[in-house]
C-alpha cells in the first residue's frame, strides 16, 4: 500500500473507533516521521496530515525547513527534551508531549517567547525503561510549575508497554483520563488540561475508545 493509502486507512479506523465510543468530538492524527525522509513526510503532508511528530532537534530542523512555505502544519515534539537543547526547540514547535519534570519547565519558562503547549508525560505502566512521571506526581508537578506562564499544560501523555493485552491497554488508558479529569478539576489557567495524547500504531483504536484527543501513528502510515 501506499502512504496515502494508509492514512486513508488510518482515518477510517479512527472514524470507526470515534463511533463505537459514541464520541462527537475530534482526535487529531499526528503523523510520526521520525526515522522518515523528507519526501515521505511530504506525502504524508499530500495526503492531508497537518500535525508531523519528531524526536530530535536535528529532524526536527530538517522538516521544518523543507515545509518552510506550508504555514498550516502543527509540529509536535515527541522526543524526551535535554535542558540544554530546550532553546534550539521550544519557539520552534506547537506542542511539547515530553514534560517530565520540573527542571524542564523552568528552563522552557526562560526560553520561551510565548507560551508553550505541553503534555505532561507520564510513566502510567510504571516500566523502568520508560521516562515520565508516576500517576501520583502529576498533580504535583502541575502544582510546582502553575506559576509558569510560559508552561500551558493542555494535557497528559503516555506510551503504553508493546506486549500490553487490550484488557491492559484498555485500564493504562482509562487511568490516565482518570487523572487528566483530575488535573482540570482543579481549574488552573495555566494547566486546562483537556487533551489526551496516548495511542500509537498498534493501540491507537483502543485509546480512542478511552478519550484519546491526539494519537501519535508512525508505522502504520508507513509500513504496507
Excluded at 523528507?38 to 519528531?54: F, K
Excluded at 507560551?115 to 502541575?142: D, H, Q, R, T, Y
Excluded at 503504553?160 to 484498555?170: G, R, V
Aim: neutral net charge.
Amino acid at each position: 500500500m501506499t502512504i496515502s493509502k494508509n492514512i486513508m486507512a488510518v482515518k477510517k479506523s479512527i472514524d470507526r473507533a470515534m463511533a463505537v465510543a459514541n464520541r462527537q468530538d475530534q482526535v487529531t492524527l499526528i503523523g510520526v516521521t521520525k526515522y522518515h525522509s523528507v519526501s515521505e513526510a511530504q506525502q504524508v503532508v499530500a495526503a492531508g496530515v497537518t500535525n508531523l511528530a519528531e524526536n530530535r532537534p536535528e529532524g526536527l530542523a530538517e522538516k521544518q525547513l523543507a515545509f518552510k512555505e506550508n504555514h498550516d502544519l502543527k509540529w509536535h515534539f515527541i522526543g524526551s527534551l535535554q535542558k540544554r537543547k530546550v532553546k534550539k526547540v521550544i519557539n520552534q514547535i506547537d506542542y511539547l508531549h515530553s514534560l517530565d519534570r520540573l527542571e524542564l519547565a523552568t528552563e522552557i519558562q526562560k526560553r520561551a517567547n510565548q507560551p508553550v503547549k505541553c503534555f505532561i508525560e507520564v510513566n502510567v505502566s510504571g516500566e523502568e525503561s520508560k521516562s515520565g512521571v508516576s500517576l501520583a506526581n502529576v498533580v504535583p508537578l502541575v502544582q510546582e510549575v502553575k506559576v509558569d506562564d510560559k508552561v500551558l499544560v493542555v494535557g497528559l501523555m503516555t506510551m503504553a508497554p508493546k506486549d500490553a493485552n487490550d484488557e491492559q491497554l484498555h485500564q493504562l488508558f482509562h487511568q490516565l483520563k482518570l487523572k487528566r479529569d483530575e488535573v482540570q478539576a482543579l481549574e488552573l489557567p495555566t494547566a486546562p488540561c483537556r487533551e489526551l495524547s496516548m495511542g500509537m500504531s498498534h493501540d491507537y483504536q483502543i485509546a480512542i475508545l478511552e478519550g484519546a484527543t491526539f494519537v501519535r501513528v508512525g508505522t502504520a502510515l508507513f509500513d504496507a
